[in-house]
């Protein structure tokens, strides 16, 4: 058997060999994957610290300090207050509930005696029951799923620790997976997930900053206006903020709501509030963050949203932009490099 | 030979420093003297990113993988930006259309403009890859029009 036989031979045995290993162990995999993505998130922050004079492993020490005070701040200033908001609003939400059904109620007597058709007050009930047995069914799947959910998160706690291993040699592994490509074609990987990083770093941070704003001034705004919850509607709508287009619909659903079991005129003010909020970041902050950040144009933004929210859900929605620039750029190095006329390939050579 | 296309996004760093000064967000050229005249450079920021025009001299190198420059003058620079003429129509001596430019070819140190890459659309270049034409094919050009040699 000749030489390059044995060669092709091994990698397809190697490949076949770790891909069924992987699989074999694939719920063990996740805290890795999340440790990759930090490590990848924390990387830019590693490099400026590193830059000023730091070695490598102050700079990940530091950053993780920094991340842990910051994570106690928030667990010790923040946490007790949604906690009481929340649950205040446990307390409250079952009255708060009756007041929204009475509120239906209401309606349906009102449609009743001006003529609403017997069939369309029938499936509204139906409706009714089937959202009932929805949310029972929701509650018990999660109450079923706790044990395997709290050993996910235990998992999940070595996510960090791997990070801080990724960040520590995070030059040495990139290197080596570009090192895994010819060299005849690295000089042309290279450009790929420059570029591929260059839009995810400056998506995600244009995001989460926008996210933030949008949070605290629409959670300052419904305070200013004496709506209580107004921590847990900012930290809401910040959070549904996340996703494009369809985040402060999202959001905007369960905060009006929430006035609204208080009063009409509490959730019209609430409604306005994430209205104007959400038109000075739609015209001013956003465009400012993200002008053409990933290069897609808005129609493809909200089909990748659907897609992705078809696909996974809010998970879907929420990665579903950064996923679609990636794959426009892999397609598009592949189409140019299909379509590129003879002579250019000729020069090449 | 190098595509306009390969630079677009590639990195411009300080030879001296070995500071990253922003990356290639465009090239300009001159349309009539078919020279590089310089880079669009954008500075990227949190809040919005900046862009400014560098001449072609203050580059020392394009690399595959970056662009090497030095001190960034204060130099005008204009010209015609690749993206700018990018999709601008083709014709032929007959007045067919042969396609819109899908790319400015230039020489490997990025001085001078050599010809177009011609798309005649998504399958069509698919199938049969895009043509190429040099700037001695050409009979007459303008921002939007290129009209080259030949016909039916």
């Known amino acids: 058997m000749k030489r390059s036989q044995i060669r092709w031979i091994f990698i397809a045995l190697l490949v076949l060999l770790s891909g069924f290993f992987l699989f074999s162990v694939k719920d063990i995999i996740s805290p890795f994957v999340v440790g990759v993505v930090l490590a990848y998130l924390l990387s830019p922050l590693v490099t400026s610290l590193e830059k000023k004079g730091l070695s490598r492993r102050s700079s990940v020490a530091v950053i993780f300090i920094w991340i842990t005070v910051l994570f106690t701040l928030l667990m010790f200033l923040l946490l007790p207050k949604l906690y009481t908001e929340l649950g205040k609003l446990a307390v409250v939400l079952p009255e708060r509930f009756q007041v929204i059904y009475d509120y239906g109620q209401n309606a349906k007597e009102y449609y009743g005696q001006t003529g609403l058709p017997g069939e369309v007050s029938k499936l509204i009930d139906d409706k009714l029951v089937q959202g009932q047995s929805f949310l029972i069914n929701w509650l018990k799947n999660v109450v079923e799923d706790l044990p395997g959910l709290l050993s996910y998160i235990g998992l999940m706690i ?192 | 030979m190098r595509r306009m296309r390969d630079l677009v996004r590639l990195p411009v760093i300080c030879q001296n420093t070995g500071q990253k000064l922003g990356w290639v967000k465009d090239i300009l050229f001159d349309e009539k003297s078919n020279l590089v005249t310089g880079i669009i450079l954008e500075k990227d920021s949190l809040i919005k990113p900046q862009q400014r025009r560098v001449v072609r001299a203050d580059i020392l190198s394009f690399g595959k993988e970056s662009l090497m420059a030095d001190k960034l003058s204060r130099k ?77």
């Open chain 2, 76 to 152: 005008r620079c204009t010209g015609t930006c690749w993206s700018e003429k990018v999709g601008s129509k083709v014709y032929n001596g007959d007045g067919e259309i042969k396609g819109t430019v899908g790319d400015i070819f230039v020489d490997n140190l990025v001085e001078n403009v050599l010809g177009y890459e011609i798309s005649d659309g998504l399958f069509a270049d698919i199938f049969k890859g895009r043509e190429a034409i040099f700037e001695e094919n050409i009979l007459a050009e303008s921002q939007d029009v290129i009209v080259i040699e030949g016909g039916s």
């Open chain 1, 158 to 349: 070595l996510s960090p620790i791997l990070a801080i291993y990724f960040l520590l040699d995070w030059k040495k592994i990139t290197e080596g997976v570009i090192q895994l490509v010819p060299g005849k074609m690295r000089g042309e990987w290279y450009r790929l997930l420059q570029e591929v990083d260059f839009i995810i770093q400056r998506y995600i941070q244009g995001n989460i900053i926008d996210a933030a704003l949008v949070g605290f001034i629409i959670g300052f705004g419904v305070k200013l206006i004496g709506m209580e919850y107004a921590l847990l509607i900012g930290v809401i709508c910040g959070i549904t903020n996340l996703i494009p287009y369809f985040g402060p619909i999202l959001g905007g659903i369960p905060s009006v709501l929430l006035a609204l079991s208080k009063s009409p005129m509490m959730a019209m003010k609430v409604a306005l509030v994430i209205f104007i909020v959400q038109q000075i970041d739609g015209n001013i902050i956003n465009p400012r963050l993200m002008s053409n950040k990933v290069g897609l144009h808005p129609l493809w933004v909200v089909f990748a949203l659907l897609a992705g929210g078809e696909l996974d859900g809010i998970m879907g929605m929420l990665v579903a932009i950064p996923l679609a620039a990636i794959l426009k750029i892999i397609f598009r190095e592949i189409y140019y490099y299909l379509v590129s006329p003879k002579v250019l390939k000729s020069s090449k050579e």
